[in-house]
């Protein structure tokens, strides 16, 4: 394909400062990226298997997102610091599009919606599995997709705590989902979208309004990560440290221990980490000692296990 045939790539469209609520629309975005330090839960996970954490996502997916839209209601004086908004909330919607509604009580006026996704940063794949497909018509131009990561506070155990969210625009994403579908992506089959009409913001749940690929043989119309959207941002949150140890470095951990490995596979698989970290030229030295002394810990248990 020349330049000269090649599509644009869909363009970003925010809210401009004529729009009434614009004040709004950023003090929300503040508010959603201050989460990690006001967010607070009762729930506390202990006794799990170290085999079984990547399921932690399925399991506890719901509650992180339920407790994200109560901590946006009580850091109200975040994002409406002139009680502008007194007769407005945050309340969740099950099954449809968008999943959080600001909101008036009385005439249930909807000024803005999200899009909520939680993520758990130490699952089997390295990057959020969440699907998006929702069609471009059923997003406002103020509508934004927020991807929520979360660890447990002790890695295995612990209360969820939160890390820096990923923001969006909705409507921009689910442009650059379909343009990254149709134009980028290498593949052979179909790259046709059918596209839902009628389709306008703040759909009733029995609206139909997902994009639907003519052909998608692995299942994967919709995720973003795959899409190249969210490279820059995972890249940042697999070098975050917990506990003193990156992200990418407790998935190798967790990886070695599934439940089919063989004491035999797992010492194979730790050397294979220790060089690794040992190789690895930009790893500060206390993360480096720190990652070295805990693959030690773990070759001393499979020692006594034996």
């Given amino acids: 394909?020349?330049?000269?045939?090649?599509?644009?790539?869909?363009?970003?469209?925010?809210?401009?400062?004529?729009?009434?609520?614009?004040?709004?629309?950023?003090?929300?975005?503040?508010?959603?990226?201050?989460?990690?330090i006001y967010f607070r839960t009762e729930t506390h996970i202990s006794g799990i298997m170290a085999t079984d954490l990547?399921?932690?996502?399925?399991?506890?997916?719901?509650?992180?997102?339920?407790?994200?839209?109560?901590?946006?209601?009580?850091?109200?004086?975040?994002?409406?610091?002139?009680?502008?908004?007194?007769?407005?909330?945050?309340?969740?919607?099950?099954?449809?599009?968008?999943?959080?509604?600001?909101?008036?009580?009385?005439?249930a006026e909807v000024l803005l919606g999200i899009e909520l996704k939680g993520w758990y940063l130490l699952?089997?794949?390295?990057?959020?599995?969440?699907?998006?497909?929702?069609?471009?018509?059923?997003?406002?131009v103020q509508d934004m997709i927020v991807v929520v990561p979360w660890v447990l506070g002790n890695v295995i155990s612990g209360s969820p705590v939160l890390f820096e969210p990923f923001v969006e625009s909705a409507k921009f994403a689910t442009e650059h989902r379909n343009h990254h579908w149709q134009h980028i992506r290498q593949t052979q089959?179909?790259?046709?979208?059918?596209?839902?009409?009628?389709?306008?913001?703040?759909?009733?749940?029995?609206?139909r309004i997902l994009d639907k690929p003519v052909a998608d043989s692995g299942g994967n119309f919709g995720r973003l990560a795959?899409?190249?959207?969210?490279?820059?941002?995972?890249?940042?949150?697999?070098?975050?440290?917990?506990?003193?140890?990156?992200?990418?470095?407790?998935?190798?951990?967790?990886k070695i221990f599934q439940e089919s490995t063989t004491d035999a596979q797992a010492r194979t698989t730790l050397e294979r980490l220790r060089k690794r970290v040992k190789k690895t030229k930009d790893i500060p030295s206390p993360m480096a000692q720190s990652a070295l002394a805990i693959i030690g810990e773990l070759e001393r248990l499979l020692d006594m296990a034996a």
């Fill in 1 to 36: 394909m020349t330049d000269a045939n090649s599509p644009i790539h869909p363009i970003r469209e925010l809210p401009t400062p004529e729009w009434e609520h614009f004040q709004l629309y950023k003090d929300v975005g503040d508010a959603i990226a201050s989460l990690p």
């Fill in 54 to 107: 990547h399921t932690l996502n399925t399991v506890l997916g719901a509650t992180i997102e339920e407790q994200v839209v109560r901590t946006l209601n009580l850091i109200r004086s975040t994002w409406d610091p002139d009680e502008k908004y007194a007769l407005y909330s945050f309340v969740r919607q099950a099954q449809t599009f968008p999943d959080i509604l600001l909101r008036r009580t009385s005439d």
């Fill in 123 to 140: 699952a089997k794949e390295s990057e959020p599995s969440l699907r998006f497909q929702t069609t471009s018509a059923a997003c406002a």
């Fill in 189 to 207: 089959q179909n790259r046709e979208i059918v596209v839902p009409k009628n389709v306008t913001p703040y759909p009733n749940k029995s609206d």
């Fill in 226 to 254: 795959r899409t190249g959207l969210m490279n820059s941002y995972i890249e940042k949150l697999n070098d975050i440290q917990i506990c003193g140890i990156k992200t990418s470095y407790w998935r190798d951990f967790l």
